[in-house]
């Protein structure tokens, strides 16, 4: 696993106030479905855990993004990271990420999201 992707992964848990130590890493709850999810001390992700960028990566370009992208500032800031089921992540990445800021629906989820991932910020130290 590249080492960016750990670092990223690192971020996510280790700014997010529902993660939990436990034996070897760190236990959260996915945004989606709430169920577990984690990854190692060294930022290994558990079976079925995912990086999860909430305002996706190709909309940091849109205008219609503006609002929520400047709530992050960029894509790899650790308040638009979260990890997530690997079934939940990709079926926003088929769903709302794929349809765009433009599209209501998608947006709401991803607001949705963002909302519930910034009350469980904490800033890592």
């Known amino acids: 696993m590249p080492a960016g992707l750990r670092a990223r992964l690192l971020r996510a848990v280790l700014s997010d106030s529902h993660a939990t130590p436990v034996p070897g890493g760190w236990q959260t709850r996915c945004l989606h479905?709430?169920?577990?999810?984690?990854?190692?001390?060294?930022?290994?992700?558990?079976i079925g855990t995912t990086l999860e960028h909430i305002v996706p990566r190709s909309w940091f370009a849109k205008p219609k993004a503006a609002a929520l992208v400047a709530q992050v500032g960029d894509a790899d800031d650790p308040r638009n990271l979260a990890l997530?089921?690997?079934?939940?992540?990709?079926?926003?990445?088929?769903?709302?990420?794929?349809?765009?800021?433009?599209?209501?629906?998608?947006y709401a989820v991803v607001l949705q999201l963002l909302t519930a991932r910034l009350a469980r910020w904490r800033a890592p130290d």
């Not at 709430?34 to 558990?46: D, F, L, M, Q, T």
């Not at 997530?84 to 599209?103: I, L, V």
């Open 84 to 106: 997530a089921y690997a079934r939940c992540n990709h079926q926003k990445g088929r769903g709302p990420d794929a349809r765009g800021p433009a599209d209501e629906r998608a």
């Open 33 to 46: 479905c709430r169920s577990a999810v984690g990854i190692s001390a060294a930022g290994e992700p558990w």
